[in-house]
């Protein structure tokens, strides 16, 4: 993968420079048959440092008093504002140039304004081009300034003025017209794919920061796109494919993104090294004065020269890359795969800062190379991050297949637990069903047998009823008490054994049969035929899907309760039925003192009665279970102007339904 990534890098490094670096030959006199263009090295000369002109025809009488300095086709004069004039005599039939293109670059210059000397001394404008000149406004639509040159036959002069806020500098190049278009042509190609490389590692860096949420990525995503844009701003994409209305705003984007194309590799350093604590301090502490010197000078429209600050941070640049090289020497890993980039960078960038100055040549090397260098830093690191990514998922995918392997084990130690517990609850279980069943036998065969002597002590009580008249007050109402004891003896055991039938029939769905309710409630009050108390309203056909035997015990319970606790014998009992859609509602309505508010609610449950009338505890119980067997329910209202209504619901069915069903 590293063999891969170097040869993409070389391939980027090739595409960019060779047809660059092609105008960059040594001097020639005249273009060689197929040359397209010349290098102005020896011809070319500038107005002395500090010597101002204030008309061109000042500045052309200088030059041909030889006021001007020579310059190697190329000059480099440090930061400043003042106007710099340059001047040649050319001779194009010599040359075997007709017609020719004069480019004078960088992209970033202000305005480069170009006069011709014809005729002994009168100057033809050229015109003006730059970056604050709007393009339809200039002779040529290059990246760089250039001028159509059409001189008389004979040497002529050209003068030109550069006027710039940054740097200045300036390369000056003749072309053949074919080989002008065909080099803007390349030009275009070759920075427009450099801008796309650097918008999709803008992406990237987008979605890594988007995924990873760490503020080396946000660090890393600033750096990508303040070099990017500054790519974009000096070489001259930004002013010719926007449309500006104030190209002033065009040296402001620049010299920001200038800055901050230097501030965030500064503060990416310390992210990304071990440094000694001063350096770290230092290179942040530089890296964010850097941001906030570029906030407030955007925000004041004072923005400082970029130029001068670069120069101000060459230092920290020199130490950065004296601390790269002494970790490499050390071998840490980390800096030897990444450092060399950053190394290369930061010494092409000193490059770039001493051609501007006039240390070094100002050429296509010192405009270029640190931008190839630094695309080629931005892929490897690019890749850097990507890996890191990479590694870490692989090291955070290997850590979730751990931990799936402990929570699979996990699980199997609680399975086998689990497995084990619901043994042990199982046997529990069984022993609580076995002792329950014991239980109720035992209970089932102590209500039979409490019943007969029961019956037959209250029996033989009834019959001392005859002998009333003969027996004392005193002993005669003991035989009561004896006598309505003997009764609740009784009573418990119906409920008992009552109890313990409901249980086996519970356990058996196929016992319920299809029953018309009215008859069945007919029946029971047939069975207390002297019982004038107990009445039945008329009744509408309804029938129900219910088991008869648990249907009458539950029924058989509430008149019984009605008449014990109703006081029904005295005040009477009425059974009423209506019928809903899907329900069937037995009402049974007594006259007693009723069922307080706060006992509703508590007198199904078993054994609970009430305080005055103690019973078993264990006939409404028994109401509910069989109500809620047969998907229905039990409730108690109070009755006006006195006693309490138990309703028993039922599923019904009407005529039609359960003809059909």
């Given at each position: 993968?590293?063999?891969?990534?170097?040869?993409?890098?070389?391939?980027?490094?090739?595409?960019?420079?060779?047809?660059l670096a092609?105008?960059?030959?040594?001097?020639?006199?005249?273009?060689?048959?197929?040359q397209?263009?010349?290098?102005?090295a020896?011809?070319l000369?500038?107005s002395?440092p500090?010597?101002a002109?204030?008309s061109?025809?000042?500045?052309l009488?200088?030059?041909?008093?030889?006021?001007?300095?020579?310059?190697?086709g190329?000059?480099?004069?440090?930061?400043g504002?003042?106007p710099?004039?340059?001047a040649?005599?050319?001779d194009?039939?010599?040359?075997?140039?007709e017609?020719?293109?004069l480019?004078?670059?960088?992209a970033?210059?202000d305005?480069v304004t170009?006069?011709?000397?014809v005729?002994?001394?009168?100057l033809q404008?050229?015109?003006n081009?730059?970056?604050?000149v709007?393009?339809?406004?200039t002779p040529?639509?290059g990246?760089?300034?250039?001028?159509?040159?059409?001189?008389?036959?004979?040497?002529?002069?050209v003068?030109?003025?550069?006027?710039?806020?940054?740097t200045?500098?300036?390369?000056v190049?003749?072309?053949?017209?074919e080989?002008y278009l065909?080099?803007?042509?390349i030009?275009?190609?070759?920075?427009?794919?450099?801008l796309a490389?650097g918008?999709?590692?803008?992406?990237?860096?987008?979605?890594?920061?988007a995924?990873?949420?760490?503020?080396?990525?946000?660090?890393?995503?600033a750096?990508?796109?303040a070099?990017?844009?500054?790519?974009?701003?000096?070489?001259?994409?930004?002013?010719?494919?926007?449309?500006?209305?104030?190209?002033?705003?065009?040296?402001?984007?620049?010299?920001?993104?200038?800055?901050l194309?230097?501030?965030?590799?500064?503060?990416?350093?310390?992210?990304?090294f071990?440094?000694?604590?001063?350096?770290h301090?230092?290179?942040a502490?530089?890296?964010?004065?850097l941001?906030?010197?570029?906030?407030?000078?955007?925000?004041?429209?004072s923005l400082?020269v970029?130029?001068?600050m670069?120069?101000?941070?060459?230092?920290l640049?020199?130490?950065a890359?004296?601390?790269i090289?002494?970790?490499?020497?050390?071998g840490?890993?980390?800096?030897?795969?990444?450092g060399?980039?950053?190394?290369?960078?930061?010494?092409?960038s000193?490059?770039n800062?001493?051609?501007n100055l006039?240390?070094?040549?100002?050429?296509?090397v010192a405009?270029?190379?640190?931008?190839v260098?630094g695309?080629?830093n931005l892929?490897?690191?690019?890749?850097g991050?990507?890996?890191?990514v990479?590694?870490?998922n692989?090291?955070?995918?290997?850590?979730r297949?751990?931990?799936?392997?402990?929570?699979?084990?996990?699980?199997?130690?609680l399975?086998?637990?689990?497995?084990d517990?619901?043994?042990?609850l199982q046997?529990?279980?069984?022993?609580?069903?076995?002792?329950?069943?014991?239980?109720r036998?035992?209970?089932?065969?102590?209500?039979?047998e409490f019943?007969?002597?029961?019956?037959?002590i209250?029996?033989?009580l009834?019959s001392l009823r005859?002998?009333?008249?003969?027996?004392?007050?005193d002993?005669a109402?003991?035989?009561a008490?004896?006598r309505q004891?003997?009764?609740?003896l009784?009573e418990?055991?119906?409920?008992?054994?009552r109890?313990?039938?409901?249980?086996?029939?519970l356990?058996?769905?196929a016992?319920?049969?299809r029953?018309?309710?009215g008859?069945?409630l007919?029946e029971l009050?047939?069975?207390?035929?002297h019982?004038?108390?107990l009445?039945?309203a008329?009744?509408s056909?309804c029938?129900?899907?219910?088991?008869?035997?648990?249907?009458k015990?539950?029924?058989?319970?509430?008149?019984h309760n009605?008449?014990r606790?109703?006081?029904?014998?005295?005040?009477?009992?009425?059974v009423?039925?209506?019928?809903?859609?899907?329900?069937a509602?037995v009402?049974?309505?007594?006259?007693?003192p009723?069922v307080?508010?706060?006992d509703?609610?508590?007198?199904?449950?078993?054994?609970?009665?009430?305080?005055a009338?103690?019973?078993?505890?264990l006939?409404?119980?028994?109401?509910?279970?069989?109500?809620?067997?047969?998907?229905?329910?039990?409730a108690v209202?109070?009755?006006h102007?006195?006693?309490?209504?138990?309703?028993?619901s039922?599923p019904?069915r009407t005529?039609?339904?359960?003809?059909?069903?």
């Open positions: 993968m590293l063999t891969r990534t170097c040869c993409l890098l070389l391939f980027v490094c090739l595409w960019w420079v060779t047809p092609s105008a960059a030959g040594p001097a020639a006199v005249a273009l060689a048959p197929g397209q263009t010349l290098s102005l020896g011809q000369q500038a002395a500090g010597v002109y204030a061109p025809e000042a500045a009488a200088g030059y041909r008093a030889g006021d001007f300095q020579p310059v190697p190329h000059l480099g004069r440090g930061y504002k003042a710099v004039w340059l040649l005599t050319l194009l039939n010599a040359l075997g140039i017609p020719a293109v480019e004078v670059g960088p970033f210059l305005r170009g006069w011709l000397a005729d002994g001394g009168r404008p050229l015109g081009a730059g970056d604050q709007p393009p339809d406004q040529l639509r990246l760089k300034p250039a001028f159509f040159v059409h001189p008389p036959h004979g040497p002529a002069t003068l030109l003025r550069l006027d710039t806020t940054s200045q500098v300036a390369m190049t003749l072309h053949r017209l080989g065909a080099r803007t042509a030009e275009h190609l070759v920075l427009g794919g450099a490389i918008l999709t590692l803008v992406l990237v860096a987008l979605g890594q920061y995924t990873q949420r760490k503020p080396v990525y946000l660090l890393w995503l750096y990508v796109g070099t990017t844009g500054v790519w974009f701003c000096v070489d001259g994409l930004a002013y010719r494919h926007l449309p500006w209305r104030d190209l002033s705003q065009v040296n402001t984007l620049t010299s920001a993104l200038a800055i194309s230097l501030a965030f590799p500064l503060l990416l350093i310390t992210r990304l071990d440094l000694r604590r001063w350096v301090l230092v290179l502490a530089w890296g964010w004065l941001i906030g010197a570029t906030a407030l000078g955007v925000l004041f429209g400082q970029p130029g001068l670069h120069l101000l941070s060459s230092p640049l020199l130490a890359a004296g601390v090289v002494q970790q490499m020497l050390r840490e890993r980390l800096v030897r795969r990444y060399l980039p950053l190394l290369v960078l930061a010494l092409l000193l490059h800062l001493g051609a006039g240390w070094f040549s100002y050429g296509y405009l270029y190379g640190w931008q260098a695309l080629c892929i490897l690191l690019q890749w991050f990507i890996d890191q990479r590694r870490r692989r090291h955070l995918e290997a850590e297949h751990a931990l799936n392997d402990q929570l699979s084990q996990q699980n199997q130690v399975e086998a637990r689990v497995a517990r619901t043994q042990e046997a529990a279980l069984t022993q609580v069903q076995q002792a329950e069943t014991r239980q036998q035992l209970l089932s065969m102590a209500s039979h019943r007969t002597p029961s019956a037959v209250k029996a033989s009834d005859y002998l009333r008249d003969q027996i004392p007050a002993v109402q003991r035989l008490n004896m004891a003997s009764q609740r009784i418990l055991a119906n409920d008992l054994i109890q313990d039938r409901l249980q086996d029939r356990v058996d769905p016992l319920r049969e029953l018309e309710l008859g069945l007919r009050v047939a069975q207390y035929p019982a004038g108390w009445r039945i008329p009744t056909p029938w129900v899907d219910a088991d008869p035997a648990l249907l015990i539950a029924l058989n319970n509430l008149v009605a008449e606790h109703g006081q029904g014998a005295a005040h009477g009992v009425e009423r039925l209506s019928v809903t859609p899907d329900q509602h009402a049974v309505a007594d006259r007693g009723g307080p508010q706060a509703r609610d508590r007198i199904f449950e078993r054994y609970v009665s009430a305080a009338d103690p019973g078993s505890g006939g409404l119980p028994i109401v509910r279970d069989i109500a809620h067997t047969h998907g229905g329910g039990v209202h109070g009755a102007p006195s006693g309490c209504v138990f309703v028993f039922l019904c005529r039609e339904n359960a003809a059909a069903g």
